[in-house]
């Protein structure tokens, strides 16, 4: 037997730790993903249909928005991103996962605080704070399952031959100790019985939004795409520097934005917001370097495979990064603030960017942990139908932004362009359901297998020695 | 970064830092906020809701309206009118000098020294103060939003889309609960809106002995129930209404001035 044997060897072992956890995270993603799209469009054609769903309440505008939004993130992108750090942390660390159950259980717990919330959203029960509106009960199932998948993603980490930790680590073990420290801190500042006075709960909430929805979704973002880039690709990432310069700068001016120009708070918090956006800049060009040198001289033609998906990703971070400036700069507010300019960018965040890394890294992992190809070959088929739709959804939401800005809000300046967005959603939708598709047949053969074996098992005659005589 | 304890630190330092600034920071600059006083009358600002304003506050909160609707007027800046209240005794020295001024979007030495020419010519002049912007002109507000306005509110309510129109002072502008209870039933009244009906707030139903004294009155034809029926509001409407009523920012503070239109005292 040869090292290169062993080697992959045990990589398939450190994979195969990885299958019943992920199985569970990627369930949840896939389903969650494709229920908060179908969410997205009831909303979204109430802009065209205003009659359409009036006679449910549970179905006007202001309450499938709230559940689509929170589907796609705490539904969607929390659970993907979390299986995909569990994996890379194994495979960095060259070890087995640790404590393999914990996040099974933590990913069943998580599902069931996300169903509960979209319920209770649905039944009139949101707490009224955009991206925290989940009842308390949601909450506290949420903070204990990702405090249990950190458990085990920490516990891998420590596991690791090589001490010296590679830059997706900072990226993703910052998004570890990130959540629980703004999802606790909103939740008792905010979504308790004695909330704090007046205005200061939205400016927690805005706070809160931006670390989650912009720091979030761009550490557990980055930090996959500088581990998938090189991978693929064969080539180094190019430099670790930069890549040290792009995580320092992001965390620490991607933490003070969010609060908009127009807001009635002190005059301190939006001017501080701005300067911060402003200097986001820095780890824009500092991502965009880092993409840019790794990628040069690649020779890997991807035709919408998993190369593609980081990629574009990346770019759809840059843009939608860029967006926050245009929107911080205050000959542009005044006009952007609340249009669908910021849909658009929320949108390209979630869906564009922390969509396509994550679909792609789902995509990539998956065939992997189950030792078995994808059943359906519809990788490059999701990839472009997602990418078109996300292209037509946050191109005609910002079209549609500037048009009601220049209008001065006429309710139907922007209408033409909101439907061909509903027509964008329904393109990234499709992607949704070839993903779910693959991964839902896939568990289920799965499960037949392991119940045939059982089955299989308990049939079996027994031996010799084991049978009284 | 080499190990688990760096990337621990560049995290407290910078979460700890945004934390100390966005959370902590407000919470202590404006979480012992007290009511403030409304220039010249002296009342206390914001008046506290009625029961059933508090009540249509969770309904609206329920039903997210936030989602569509925001609750902050934006202002640009301020402009001073002169206003001639009296002509004194020679009027047409005053109308001569008042042929020649710019009486509106002024600065605060130009609104002096047209004062001072009408003063001057014996007429009176006041000098008023009015905000700008286009959320003014829009007619949505006559000052921008401040902090105080949301004193009461849990939970508060601002918005950040405008696919329909701003709320923070409709109870200023469109004072009639009819109006409001018929356009929750059918937005439709309103040309080319796109808000979807609030019909599940309302109970459509045979006319009893005596007709309801809810009913709507005044729907259009294309609205209005069957012979027969009426529509008659559900509690949750009415409160719903109640708290768009009580949606004013129209007085006069220190951190946003502006002269209130006189009303006529017998």
Redesign the interface.
């Known amino acids: 037997m040869n090292p290169a044997d062993t080697n992959q060897d045990c990589t398939a072992k450190i994979d195969a730790s990885c299958r019943v956890p992920l199985l569970a995270l990627f369930g949840v993603a896939s389903l969650s993903l494709v229920l908060g799209l179908v969410f997205a469009i009831i909303a979204s054609v ?2 065209h249909q ?2 359409a ?3 449910c ?1 549970c179905l ?4 499938t ?2 559940a689509a939004n929170d589907l796609l993130i705490y539904g969607f992108a929390m659970p993907a991103a979390l299986g995909v750090m569990l994996w890379i942390f194994a495979r960095l660390s060259q070890a087995e996962l640790a404590l393999p159950i914990v996040p099974v259980a933590a990913a069943n717990l998580w599902f069931i605080g996300v169903l509960v919330g979209v319920a209770t959203i649905l039944g ?7 991206w925290l509106e989940f009842p308390r009960v949601s909450a506290m199932l949420l903070g204990v399952s990702f405090v249990l998948v950190a458990v085990s993603a ?1 516990a891998t ?1 420590g596991l690791r031959k090589e ?3 590679y830059p997706s ?2 990226f993703l ?2 998004a570890l ?2 959540f629980p ?2 999802y606790s ?1 909103a939740n008792l ?2 979504v308790t019985t004695h ?10 909430d ?2 809160y939004a931006d ?1 989650l929805v912009f720091v979030w979704l761009a550490l557990v973002g980055i930090g996959t795409a500088f581990y998938f880039i090189p991978k693929i690709t064969g080539q180094p990432l190019k430099s670790r520097f930069y890549a ?1 310069f792009a ?2 700068t992001l ?2 001016f991607g ?2 934005i ?3 120009a ?5 005059a301190w ?1 939006p001017t ?1 917001s701005a300067f911060a956006s402003y200097m986001l800049i820095i780890p824009i060009a500092a991502v965009a370097i880092v993409f840019v040198k790794t990628l040069r001289g690649n020779t890997v033609v991807s035709r919408g495979a998993a190369l593609c998906y980081f990629r574009s990703g990346t770019v759809a971070f840059l843009v939608s990064a860029l967006m926050l400036v245009i929107q911080a700069c205050p000959k542009h507010s ?1 006009v952007l ?4 300019f ?2 658009a960018q929320v949108q390209l965040q979630i869906l564009g960017f922390a969509g396509l890394i994550l679909c792609g890294a789902i995509n990539y992992i998956f065939p992997l942990v189950m030792g078995k190809e994808l059943p359906f070959k519809t990788v490059s088929l999701q990839f472009f139908s997602t990418m078109f739709g996300v292209l037509l959804l946050v191109i005609s939401l910002a079209i549609a932004g500037v048009k ?1 800005g220049n209008a ?2 006429e ?2 300046a922007a ?1 033409f362009w909101l439907m061909i967005s509903t027509t964008g959603t329904l393109l990234v939708l499709i992607g949704a359901l070839m993903m779910f598709a693959n991964i839902f047949v896939m568990t289920f053969k799965w499960k037949i297998a392991l119940a045939k074996a059982a089955l299989a098992a308990v049939k079996a005659p027994l031996e010799n020695s084991e049978v009284k005589a | ?4 304890i ?3 630190f ?2 407290a ?3 700890g ?3 100390l ?3 902590v920071g ?2 202590l ?5 007290k009511e403030t006083a409304v220039l010249v009358s002296g009342d206390t600002w914001p008046q506290q809701r009625t029961g059933e304003a508090t009540l249509g506050l969770q309904i609206y ?8 609707h ?1 609750e ?1 007027v ?1 202002q ?1 800046g301020v402009v001073y009118e002169v206003a001639l209240t009296g002509a004194g005794k020679n009027p047409t020295a005053v109308s001569n000098v008042l042929a020649g001024l710019k009486l509106s979007g002024l600065t605060k030495e130009e609104a002096d020294e047209a004062s001072g020419k009408i003063t001057g010519a014996g007429g009176k002049a006041e000098t008023h103060l009015a905000a700008t912007g ?1 959320d003014i ?2 007619g949505w507000g006559v000052r ?23 709320l923070a002072n409709v109870g200023g502008r469109l004072a009639d609960a009819n109006w409001h209870l018929m356009h929750l039933y059918a ?1 439709g009244i309103v040309k ?9 707030l309302f109970e459509k139903r045979k006319v009893g002995v005596t007709p309801s004294p809810d009913a709507l009155t005044g729907l259009p034809k294309e609205f209005a129930p069957a012979d027969g029926y009426e529509v008659v509001p559900k509690p949750e409407a009415k409160q719903l209404v109640a708290y768009l009523l009580s949606l004013r920012a129209d007085a006069p503070l220190y951190e946003a001035p502006f002269t209130p239109a006189t009303t006529a005292k017998p």
């Open positions: 109430t802009f205003p009659e769903f009036a006679s309440p006007t505008y202001g309450h928005q709230a009139g029960g949101s707490s009224g704070y955009t920490t980490l001490r010296e930790l680590h900072w073990l910052a100790l990130w420290w703004i801190t500042f905010i909330p704090v006075r007046g205005v200061t709960q939205a400016v927690i805005w706070w670390n040290l995580f320092w965390i620490f933490t003070w969010g609060i908009p127009g807001a009635p708070v002190p918090l501080t005044s603030e609340f249009t669908w910021g849909q009601q001065v809000y309710p139907t209408k | 970064m080499k190990s688990g760096g990337v621990f560049a995290v330092i910078a979460l830092g945004s934390w600034g966005f959370v407000p919470t600059q404006l979480g012992t906020a909160r329920a039903n997210g309206c936030a989602a569509c925001t902050q934006r640009q286009t002109q829009r921008h939003s401040v902090a105080a306005d949301y004193l009461y509110d849990a939970p508060v309510q601002l918005g950040s889309l405008r696919a329909g129109p701003d937005p080319d809106s796109r808000m979807p009906s609030f019909k599940f």
